[in-house]
């Protein structure tokens, strides 16, 4: 089976701008949570997606959004960057049922500038 | 408020030695706690996931254990290796819908040859 897949691995941007991250999650799996990791913060979740429809929100504010699509892959969006978005966002795939198991892409590493 | 700790933060051991990295949990109310390792920079790889009917799971030189009733699990790796060194997460996750599982802030094992 396929990895969980999240593209693209590394983005530089500019403050004030707009990001789009990717996460394909492993085949027949139909959750898709993502989580930011920072030196100081450590991982923190920011929401996951199950069918189609969020199911669990983190405490980040409305600049970070995401949805997720009929074939299950996902996308985050984060609106008007800052400093401090600059951060490895990992994505985490699991079946969304049973024992919830949660399989972890490389992640995409984001700064701003 | 879900509060996961692992101490000791960092950790140094010669090749060949067995040892035990703890992760403490406020919330005994958990549907499952899971072991990752995470290598700079990258993501995060599954070790070992414990439902919380169960009180051990092994694979291969790891077992991880969980009393519930204590707040505590550990990870026991036995004869460590080299290869072995990285940084030891433990996640824990509320409810079979609730998507958001609380990280700790990982023990960072170096095992030196």
């Known amino acids: 089976k396929a990895g969980v897949t999240q593209t693209p691995r590394y983005l530089i941007k500019t403050r004030g701008q707009q990001v789009t991250l990717s996460c394909s999650p492993i085949?027949?799996?139909?959750?898709v949570s993502w989580y930011q990791q920072t030196p100081g913060q450590g991982l923190q979740f920011l929401f996951e997606?199950?069918?189609?429809?969020?199911?669990n929100k983190g405490n980040f504010p409305g600049r970070f959004s995401g949805r997720q699509f009929s074939n299950s892959r996902s996308e985050m969006n984060v609106s008007t960057l800052e400093l401090g978005d600059s951060a490895l966002y990992l994505c985490?795939?699991?079946?969304?049922?049973?024992?919830?198991?949660?399989?972890f892409g490389p992640g995409t590493r984001l700064t701003v500038t | 408020k879900q509060e996961v700790t692992q101490i000791p933060a960092a950790l140094s051991v010669p090749e060949g030695e067995n040892l035990v990295l703890n992760c403490s949990f406020t919330?005994?109310?958990?549907?499952?706690l899971q072991w990752f390792r995470q290598d700079p920079g990258k993501g995060l790889t599954s070790l070992l996931l414990?439902?919380?009917?169960?009180r051990e799971q092994t694979s291969g030189r790891l077992n991880a254990s969980l009393d519930k009733s204590s707040g505590r699990s550990t990870l026991y790796i036995a004869a460590s290796q080299p290869g072995d060194s990285a940084t030891y997460l433990c996640?824990?996750?509320?409810?079979?819908?609730?998507?958001?599982?609380?990280f700790g802030d990982g023990t960072t094992l170096t095992v030196k040859p």
């Open positions: 985490a795939s699991s079946p969304g049922t049973g024992t919830y198991e949660q399989y």
């Open positions: 085949s027949g799996h139909r959750s």
């Open positions: 997606y199950f069918s189609e429809t969020q199911r």
């Open positions: 919330d005994s109310a958990i549907y499952n």
């Open positions: 414990i439902q919380s009917s169960q």
């Open positions: 996640a824990v996750r509320p409810g079979a819908n609730a998507g958001k599982s609380t």
